[in-house]
């Protein structure tokens, strides 16, 4: 139950394929989870997947009430997303602003689906499903992304809206 190293934009370990978790009853996924809700709280994050910490599992967590690093975003509940499935109920794209922890510093605007359908387990290896849109679609893919190796960058289709966020954005942390 630790504050982990967050890797960064560079490191290969963030560009791999994630495993699927597949022993729930292992002592050792509830730690991986803690040390994922430790960490991104410790880091004002919105949401943490496991191989920003050099773990490559298919976990992410996220969720919070309110977001300094995004204060107009409407409250996304606490989520713990192992082995997550995405499907877009549409093809709308909406385009928003996003940062990463793996990615201190800046921001960059990226295209999402805007309504989405995404499934997976608990902790316990039970299976949910959520049907969402708006910011709490925009952070499942975001955070799913990672486990494809896929860092938001990678995403955007202009860089003339891509910089550091004390530079956009002087009064947000």
Same mark, same amino acid.
């Given at each position: 139950?630790?504050? +982990?190293?967050?890797? /960064?934009?560079?490191?290969? /370990?963030?560009?791999?394929?994630?495993? $699927? %978790?597949? @022993? *729930?009853?292992?002592?050792?996924?509830?730690?991986?989870?803690?040390?994922?809700?430790?960490?991104?709280?410790?880091?004002?994050?919105?949401?943490?997947?496991?191989?920003?910490?050099?773990?490559? =599992? +298919?976990?992410?967590? *996220?969720? *919070?009430?309110?977001? $300094?690093?995004?204060? @107009?975003?409407?409250?996304?509940?606490?989520?713990?997303? %192992?082995?997550?499935?995405?499907?877009? =109920?549409?093809?709308?794209?909406?385009?928003?602003?996003?940062?990463?922890?793996?990615?201190?510093?800046? /921001?960059? %605007?990226?295209? /999402?689906?805007?309504?989405? +359908?995404?499934?997976?387990?608990?902790?316990?290896?039970?299976?949910? &499903? +959520?049907? &969402?849109?708006?910011?709490?679609?925009?952070? %499942?893919?975001?955070?799913?992304?990672?486990? @494809?190796?896929?860092?938001?960058?990678?995403?955007?289709? @202009?860089?003339?809206? *891509?910089?550091?966020?004390?530079?956009?954005?002087?009064?947000?942390?």
């Amino acid at each position: 139950m630790a504050v +982990r190293t967050i890797l /960064r934009m560079g490191d290969p /370990r963030l560009l791999e394929q994630a495993a $699927p %978790v597949s @022993d *729930f009853s292992n002592p050792a996924l509830r730690t991986l989870i803690t040390d994922l809700q430790n960490t991104m709280r410790a880091a004002g994050g919105a949401g943490l997947a496991a191989p920003q910490i050099g773990v490559g =599992l +298919r976990v992410v967590v *996220f969720g *919070f009430e309110s977001s $300094p690093r995004y204060p @107009d975003a409407e409250a996304v509940p606490e989520t713990i997303l %192992v082995n997550p499935l995405i499907v877009p =109920l549409d093809e709308e794209i909406e385009e928003g602003w996003e940062g990463c922890l793996s990615v201190p510093g800046m /921001r960059g %605007v990226v295209p /999402r689906f805007k309504h989405i +359908r995404y499934s997976g387990f608990d902790e316990s290896g039970l299976p949910f &499903v +959520r049907t &969402v849109s708006g910011f709490h679609a925009r952070v %499942v893919q975001h955070e799913c992304d990672h486990l @494809d190796g896929v860092l938001y960058p990678m995403r955007m289709r @202009d860089f003339s809206r *891509f910089g550091f966020t004390d530079v956009l954005f002087p009064d947000i942390e």
